[in-house]
């Protein structure tokens, strides 16, 4: 053997054969019919999911009983929600390089493990420059949680199905928002209670590090980095799986590339990386826009408007209960039609509801329309940034490039309060809605101009 092939690893051969082999690897993962591996598979990330959302959406209650405590002011919980959010964009970044160097599964129990570990130290911090490091690391490790869980199960879900798993985990994740109002209501008030809510999903997490040893790295990482036999044999064992449980026979490997040319539409390489990457962002920015320049201000536009803060939590509620509502409808409609142009028509239905709800002007109108534009939101969030940018990049960079996009729109929500409160105050409302419809208009163009197609074809 060659020294260039012992270099490529155990599937020996030159580039064209193991290109010709890593094709194949992945057209038996598309053929391969849905089974208790793949439930297992969903459930284990969506568990994760649940713990980083958790963790994530805690940080303003931390922030109120931190104040009420004494243990810190405002400029700390200033400097603590920019060390979160600082976190959060760069471990995003550095875990897509880290996985597409040293793997999906691994880089996802050692994510786990950091969460962890650096949640019970946040909850036994003794100082506030202590909570801000340990914060400031955990937020680093849930940076990476969501790109490591949704590239590791789109490359695992078999391409005429990825769209609706995908969404269905992140439906399963949406569980997170309302699960950490729930902890802050009853915890929160406790003696102590900010440090219980730092550890519960800390603890959650060793037990979620534990399930991870059951995944199996993914074939098609394995693939890309030439090490042939052992994603044949991961392949091989689902494929022996099916069988056992009675579904209907895999292709084989000599029928694989004619069963992913045959049912699957071949790849759209007629674009670029970097008009993925362009359109990825623009994705991320306008989801990120959206929800954090529109949704997550509401609350403070009912109380500006001169409602009390009865009647604002009570429109704020009403609306945002459209989120898992928009969740289920991309679940629903994810590989019925193709995901470009449900992206566009998200964008643009959020935009006309948007408009809409600016002109309400009967409290029934308010909250109807508000609680469509919310749906129309996360419809769009969903099936952009959790099933359609995934698909976009080839295995050997698609950790990297989520992280990078994920950084950019990070970027964009933690830029968003010093343009929307000045604008706020000089437009009200109805600027600040004629902003985000500008940002995901925009978008929409990107999309429509340069996205591929990604509905059912195999992954690159």
């Known amino acids: 053997m060659s020294a260039k092939a012992g270099v490529l690893g155990d599937g020996g051969g030159d580039d064209t054969q193991n290109a010709e082999q890593a094709r194949a690897i992945g057209a038996r993962l598309d053929a391969l019919p849905v089974t208790s591996f793949h439930h297992i598979l ?10 980083d959302s958790v963790d994530i959406a805690i ?17 700390g919980v200033a400097a603590l929600a920019m060390a979160t959010s600082l976190g959060l964009g760069l471990g995003g970044l550095a875990m897509g390089v880290l996985a597409d160097r040293f793997g999906r599964a691994t880089m996802m129990r050692y994510n786990m493990a950091v969460i962890a570990i650096c949640g019970i130290g946040a909850a ?3 100082t506030f420059e202590q909570l801000l490091a340990w914060r400031g690391l955990t937020a680093f490790a849930l940076g990476g949680e969501t790109i490591l869980a949704y590239g590791m199960l789109t490359e695992f879900m078999p391409a005429r199905l990825r769209g609706r798993w995908l969404a269905w985990v992140a439906l399963l994740a949406s569980v ?7 902890m802050a209501y009853w915890i929160a008030p406790l003696e102590h209670g900010w440090r219980w809510l730092l550890a519960a999903p800390a603890l959650a997490a060793i037990f979620i590090f534990a399930l991870r040893f059951v995944l199996p790295e993914s074939p098609l990482w394995l693939a890309a980095r030439a090490r042939l036999a052992a994603a044949k044999a991961i392949v091989e064992k689902l494929e022996r799986g099916a069988v056992a449980a009675g579904k209907p026979a895999p292709v084989g490997v000599s029928a694989a590339r004619e069963e992913a040319a045959r049912p699957h539409p071949a790849p759209d390489r007629r674009r670029g990386f970097a008009s993925r990457l362009l359109v990825a962002s623009a994705v991320h920015i306008g989801a990120m826009t959206a929800m954090f320049g529109f949704v997550s201000w509401l609350p403070a536009f009912f109380v500006s408007a001169g409602r009390d803060v009865a009647d604002s939590a009570l429109f704020s509620a009403v609306m945002t209960a459209g989120a898992p509502f928009g969740a289920a409808a991309a679940l629903w409609l994810s590989d019925r039609f193709e995901r470009k142009w449900m992206l566009v028509a998200g964008a643009f239905g959020a935009c006309v509801l948007g408009a809409g709800y600016a002109a309400a002007v009967s409290d029934q109108m308010i909250m109807g ?10 419809f769009f969030a969903t099936v952009g940034m959790f099933t359609y940018v995934p698909e976009l990049f080839a295995t050997r960079v698609r950790l990297r490039a989520l992280g990078g996009v994920s950084a950019v729109g990070r970027g964009a929500a933690f830029l968003l309060p010093l343009l929307i409160a000045p604008l706020f105050a000089v437009a009200g409302q109805a600027g600040v809605i004629a902003f985000v419809a500008s940002v995901l208009a925009v978008q929409a163009l990107l999309v429509w101009s340069f996205g591929p197609r990604t509905k059912a074809r195999p992954l690159l």
């Open 42 to 51: 969903a459930c284990v990330i969506a568990i994760g999911l649940i713990v």
């Open 59 to 75: 940080s303003a209650s931390i922030a109120g009983a931190l104040l009420h405590t004494g243990f810190t002011d405002m400029n």
């Open 124 to 126: 036994l911090a003794a």
């Open 176 to 182: 997170g928002l309302p699960l950490s109002m729930a």
């Open 369 to 378: 329309l508000g609680f469509l534009t919310v749906v129309a939101i996360y």
